[in-house]
C-alpha cells in the first residue's frame, strides 16, 4: 500500500489543521493505520491511531486535541488537529501496519507516507 500525506502548513498556535493519508494500491480496510510526528532534533513519536473497527488511541501530549477517524470507502485516513501548540510544530507521518492492532512503536508499521510539515506560530 502506497500512503500520500497532505494537509500540513503554517498555523497560529490555538488554530486547527486536518491532515489527510490517502492510500493506493491496496484498500486500508485491513490495516492498521497511525500518524506520528518528528520535530527537529527528536526522535520520531506517537500521535494517534486507530484499529480496523474504528479504536482509537492517543499520546498522552495530543489527547482531547486531536482526532484520528477514518474514511474506509475513501482509502483515506484523517487526523484532526485543534488547540494547536508551538510544541505540536513537526513532520507528521501516516503510517499502517497489516494487522487488526495498532501499535505506538513505529518499528511496527512497515508502510509509511512521506511526510507533511506543521508549524505553528506562537
Known amino acids: 500500500v502506497q500512503l500520500q500525506a497532505s494537509g500540513g502548513g503554517l498555523v497560529q498556535a490555538g488554530g486547527s489543521l486536518r491532515l489527510s493519508c490517502a492510500a493506493s494500491?491496496?484498500?486500508?480496510?485491513?490495516?492498521?493505520m497511525g500518524w506520528f510526528r518528528q520535530a527537529p532534533g527528536k526522535e520520531r513519536e506517537f500521535v494517534a491511531a486507530?484499529?480496523?473497527?474504528?479504536?482509537?488511541y492517543y499520546a498522552d501530549s495530543v489527547k482531547g486535541r486531536f482526532t484520528i477517524s477514518r474514511d474506509n470507502a475513501k482509502n483515506t485516513v484523517y487526523l484532526q488537529m485543534n488547540s494547536l501548540k508551538p510544541e505540536d510544530t513537526a513532520v507528521y507521518y501516516c503510517?499502517?501496519?497489516?494487522?487488526?492492532?495498532?501499535?505506538?512503536?513505529?518499528?511496527?508499521?512497515?508502510?509509511w507516507g512521506q511526510g507533511t510539515l506543521v508549524t505553528v506560530s506562537s
Open positions: 494500491g491496496r484498500t486500508i480496510s485491513g490495516y492498521a
Open positions: 486507530i484499529s480496523w473497527s474504528g479504536g482509537t
Open positions: 503510517a499502517a501496519r497489516e494487522t487488526y492492532y495498532t501499535d505506538r512503536n513505529p518499528e511496527s508499521y512497515a508502510y
